[in-house]
């Protein structure tokens, strides 16, 4: 059989005989980006549920708690009067903040003196959590400086001079990239290209055990021959996956991009390489369905926890570290999150380079295997043939 044949029986397989494997070439990163396209679609979170626990019951309280309820990232919900009621309220997830002011807190800042008031979050949910100190440090301070320009004015600064006083250091803050810090921008490219990767590995892996289940044809076709015939058209197949992944993305989700198609289509073509390469030896090494899919579950959940998408490498553990550059996800994920949205790649030749030395060294590993295991089948079927004569 030649190279031309296997390819197009490849893809006789894909499309007509084994739909299934369309299924998951296609539908996994696609399936993927619309679900959570669509629940990152407000790509930040506002309205936090807030209660407010107010002792002192003054103007400045008052003043204070407008500054929350203005913010788009509180929502007031309810007014408690005791401080069980408020943890209560907490407890009961009637709202996941709680601002409690002291009953002093108008008279401490009148006289001159610090007022201390308790923002009670709820931190198991950190994508909650982390929203919530930020924008309650700016908040506290536009309130600060507010009062202290207040104060001071009253006692006779002028206006420019009390500012300065009331605020000596001020700053500006601006975030490159991802400036809204848009949770759609950060997390959804990569989920797609982690489901990509697993729709690539289980549709291509089913292929290769398919032919180790034939051993006539692995005593017909040399290991090369059947290795690049099957796994080319999965890797057409998945580059034109991930291109309608990445326009899924970019058109309907409204990613910023800003990278060019040429080393978008370099990048993304090495990285499918790599993982199809994987997945022939991942096939050759289990030989049988249920066991590779138990291995292929496994490996991509790790490859995203090591990957660096979401937890960056320098914050692994040493051991971490070390698995982090056995992914190929690794080398892909966060740089092609990173193209997208600063159009910079500085390290893209190298990781190209990376991903398909990796390819490289999984196909030649696969490769053995198959030549071995046509061998043995090989033998096999001599027995069989000497025993029928």
């Known amino acids: 059989m030649t190279l031309r044949q296997l390819f197009w029986r490849e893809l006789k397989q894909i499309f007509l005989v084994d739909r299934q494997r369309a299924v998951f070439l296609f539908g996994a990163s696609i399936i993927y980006a619309l679900l959570f396209g669509t629940l990152y679609h407000s790509h930040v979170i506002n309205d936090i549920p807030l209660l407010v626990y107010d002792q002192d019951q003054s103007k400045l309280s008052r003043q204070l708690i407008r500054a929350f309820s203005d913010s788009e990232k509180f929502r007031l919900v309810a007014e ?190 090495a990285f499918i390489f790599a993982v199809l390469m994987l997945a022939a030896l991942s096939a050759n090494l289990f030989q049988d369905e249920v066991s590779f899919t138990q291995f292929s579950l496994v490996y991509s959940i790790s490859s995203f926890i090591f990957s660096g998408y979401v937890w960056p490498q320098v914050a692994m553990i040493n051991g971490a570290q070390y698995l982090h550059y056995l992914f190929p996800l690794s080398y892909f994920a966060a740089p092609l999150r990173n193209m997208a949205l600063s159009g910079h790649a500085p390290q893209l030749g190298q990781h190209i380079l990376t991903l398909f030395l990796l390819g490289a060294l999984f196909g030649a590993s696969a490769y053995l295997l198959l030549r071995r295991a046509a061998a043995s089948q090989t033998v096999a079927v001599v027995s069989e043939e000497r025993l029928a004569a």
């Open 80 to 269: 408690v009067s005791s401080q069980e009621e408020m943890e209560e309220a907490l407890r009961n997830k009637t709202a996941v903040a709680a601002l409690a002011i002291p009953a002093d807190f108008s008279r401490d800042i009148k006289s001159g003196r610090s007022a201390n008031v308790l923002l009670d979050a709820n931190g198991a949910n950190i994508t909650l959590a982390n929203p919530m100190i930020s924008a309650t440090q700016e908040i506290a301070l536009g309130f600060s400086s507010q009062i202290g320009v207040s104060l001071l004015e009253s006692i006779g600064q002028l206006p420019g001079s009390a500012q300065s006083k009331a605020l000596p250091l001020s700053y500006r803050l601006r975030i490159l990239d991802n400036p809204t810090l848009s949770y759609s921008n950060f997390f959804l490219l990569g989920l797609a290209m982690t489901a990509l990767q697993q729709g690539l590995f289980l549709s291509s892996g089913a292929g290769i055990l398919y032919e180790l289940s034939d051993r006539r044809l692995l005593k017909r076709i040399s290991p090369g021959r059947l290795l690049f015939g099957k796994l080319i058209p999965y890797w057409l197949c998945g580059l034109f996956a991930y291109a309608l992944t990445l326009s899924l993305i970019v058109f309907v989700f409204h990613l910023p991009w800003r990278i060019g198609f040429g080393p978008l289509f370099a990048f993304g073509g």
